[in-house]
């Protein structure tokens, strides 16, 4: 009979889990046993933006879990600091990590040239790229004393490079606004350091996966969508990159897919999860 808890007694902290693919994952992973830290700038409801910290760990409550929650703005290292701390005072250790926070505020996703503001690049690195790092670099000593660890960087189809379309028209499907080079260019960034980062865990098991969860349908886009008149079939629910990723953390050897890059629709399509 298969362990339906094999993440009993793991630590496990995720970014981003609000809402979307963050919540969705802190609820997977809660059900598969492992101890939880949510870390979220919104602590408190906000208008257009559904989805809070409390709500969050006001589910994670109603599985029987015990979360530990933490107000972070993931581009300021301060925060990152403080999360750091704060779990390894509650739980003295750190199993899994699960960077999904990502800066996808506004306007400025969509920002193109000559608009794009020097502020505007640096905070979609600041939280997209050096964020992701600091992170793991806060929990990898604790991860190498704990015989391994896996962690799980959110990455986006919007890293790959595309055929430049020569009519000028876009290439998104069904009306979505294009991507400005801020987002694309951190991703890609993201999943290049992700790939070296990969090569230092291996003498240590540690597990350093990107996954790309494909067009997801969370609750900002479905109120964007809504807004903008835009109706996309396409979309999956942020269930299904929940299901890889609890899947690449709770697998009997994650270590077979370190330093890939890994669609979630696929893998979990191929797995049946």
Not at 6 to 17: C, E, F, H, S, Y
Not at 122 to 151: C, Y
Not at 180 to 187: E, I, Q
Request: hydrophobic fraction near 40%.
């Amino acid at each position: 009979m298969a362990n339906e808890r094999p993440l009993d007694g793991k630590v496990a902290v995720v970014t981003g889990a609000s809402r979307g693919i963050g919540k969705q994952t802190c609820l997977a992973l809660a059900r598969l046993g492992a101890s939880i830290v949510l870390a979220s700038r919104t602590e408190e409801p906000r208008a257009n933006t559904p989805g809070t910290l409390n709500e969050t760990a006001e589910e994670l409550r109603a599985l029987g879990s015990e979360p530990l929650v933490v107000k972070a703005d993931v581009s300021v290292q301060a925060d990152l600091d403080r999360l750091v701390t704060s779990t390894l005072e509650r739980f003295g250790h750190v199993d899994i990590l699960v960077n999904n926070a990502a800066y996808t505020v506004g306007k400025t996703l969509f920002t193109l040239v000559p608009d794009l503001t020097r502020d505007q690049w640096e905070k979609h690195f600041a939280t997209n790229v050096t964020a992701p790092l600091m992170l793991i670099q806060g929990f990898w000593d604790s991860m190498k004393e704990r015989g391994g660890g896996v962690i799980v960087n959110v990455t986006s189809g919007s890293a790959e490079l595309r055929p430049v379309n020569l009519a000028g028209t876009g290439s998104n499907p069904e009306g979505i606004p294009e991507n400005g080079p801020a987002y694309g260019a951190s991703k890609a960034a993201l999943n290049r350091m992700a790939n070296v980062i990969a090569d230092e865990g291996v003498p240590f098991n540690i597990a350093v996966i990107n996954m790309e969860p494909g067009l997801v349908l969370t609750e900002t886009m479905e109120l964007t969508l809504k807004a903008s008149g835009v109706q996309n079939s396409h979309a999956r629910p942020p269930t299904v990159p929940a299901k890889a990723i609890a899947y690449l953390c709770s697998c009997d050897d994650p270590m077979r897919y370190t330093g890939q890059v890994l669609s979630a629709p696929t893998l979990v399509e191929e797995l049946q999860l």
